[in-house]
């Protein structure tokens, strides 16, 4: 179902044994930055052996990381099947959005109470301009 399904690599790069930071946690973050940009799909199946190979450690570190990725809900350990990434529901979406557009009411309100009279001039141009603008009332229509 996932995109990996006849690929034998993921893009990650080697962790760096260097870095102060424990293998796992090193895992993990490098497993969460390919969720959230986008680099490891929702739904795609996570190999342990070869993510393990591919940043050149043990499988203890990747099972950690996994352990830890699920607890903050970014995949899905099913037993004896395996981790997916997360895909988010429907429910899970609509709720993001509803959020979103509290927060940037919100937002709204509390600029134009602390806008200087400067800054409304400024925004009343360019709502001015954009009425005027041709593009904008073909949008309308």
Not at 33 to 54: D, F, R, S
Not at 99 to 120: K, S
Request: with cysteine.
């Amino acid at each position: 179902m996932g995109r990996q399904d006849s690929k034998d690599k993921y893009k990650l790069s080697a962790v760096d044994s260097i870095e102060r930071l424990p293998l796992s946690e090193q895992v993990y973050l490098t497993l969460k930055t390919a969720i959230l940009t986008g680099e490891l799909m929702p739904q795609e199946k996570l190999n342990e052996v070869k993510i393990a190979e591919q940043l050149q450690v043990s499988a203890t570190p990747v099972r950690e990381a996994f352990r830890k990725l699920a607890k903050d809900n970014l995949v899905v350990i099913v037993p004896w099947k395996g981790v997916t990434v997360k895909a988010d529901t429907p429910e899970e979406i609509i709720a993001l959005y509803q959020v979103r557009e509290v927060m940037e009411g919100l937002g709204a309100r509390l600029c134009a109470r602390h806008a200087t009279d400067e800054q409304i001039k400024s925004c009343v141009k360019f709502v001015k301009k954009c009425i005027k603008s041709k593009k904008l009332q073909n949008a309308l229509k």
